[in-house]
């Protein structure tokens, strides 16, 4: 028998151990033949052998239990040895990312206000109905409300359909005099190739003594801002209607892609839309209980801005996530 006690402690691995554990313990085994050979023996010799071959046979499955053990665990370590992973090394194909266009041109936008000592002020994107709408002049079943397809939930709550509510926000928070924009996401019931349930905007506000805010200053800086953004565009500024301000325009550049000689993005104008602004109406004001003040606030939206400057046609593109499209941005 001693050789097997060696057989099983000389065993360099599992597999070797398991043929070992056949060759004794199988049915074909040594233990087995020993037990056979048990048979011709007389019944006194018979219990004595039994005995000795059943006390073998528990002390080697011992040991090769021990064995087994100790081989697994060496087998375990290698194994994690062999197969652990650097996480400290460079990876030889990495990639590098890039900031998506909408949120490039966010930044660009921001920059340029920042530089203008413009706070930046953050809203909500589930607002309520006072903000959304009536502080800014636009009343309970106003046609007005129209202009917007709101996202409503329940108990006059909705997705904010601009991002005007932080100038509400603001003023409700702190005194004049104020200067702030508010970049952000707002959303809408639309979907087609300019428009999409969900897209950003940035409000800008200024208010300051009766007196002191004119349109010119308001002229002046977004022209200067427009500038910044397109590059030598011409700037024109329209009567239109909005609620909240009053006299209230729309103001236009020169088309970037024909350079106002008119082409199928500006249907022939020359010129392309790109901001909402003018004089903030007093009845927003008195919503916000601001006495003797006197102010601008402009909104634009930032999707628009990001298709003119990178010349990119369908609105939808850059919500889908093509990784074709915004490799061109890296
Ligand atoms: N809130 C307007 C919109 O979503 C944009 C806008 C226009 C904001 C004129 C303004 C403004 O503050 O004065 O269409």
Redesign the pocket.
Known sequence: MKEWYDAIHEAQNVEKLEEIRILVFGKKGVLAAEFVKMKNASNEEKAEIAKDLNNHKTTLMNEFTARKIVLQTLELQEAMKAESIDVSLFSSSSQSGALHPVMETMDKIVEYFNSMNFAVKTGKMVEDDFNNFEA?NLPKYHPARD??DTFYFKDEMLLR????PV?IRTMMNSKPPIRMIAPGA?FRRDYDITHTPMFH?V???LVDEEGKVSFANLKYILEDFLKYMFGEVEVRFRP?F?P??EP?A?VDISCVFCKGEGCRVCSKTGWLEV????I?DPNVFEAVKYKNVSG??????VERFAMLIHQIGDLRSLFEGDIKLLEQFR
């Open positions: 800014l202009m917007q359909t601009h991002t005007s100038q707002v905007q409000e800008g506000l239109s909005f909240f301000t209230s729309e901001l909402g602004c003018g903030v601008y606030a402009f909104g634009l939206g």
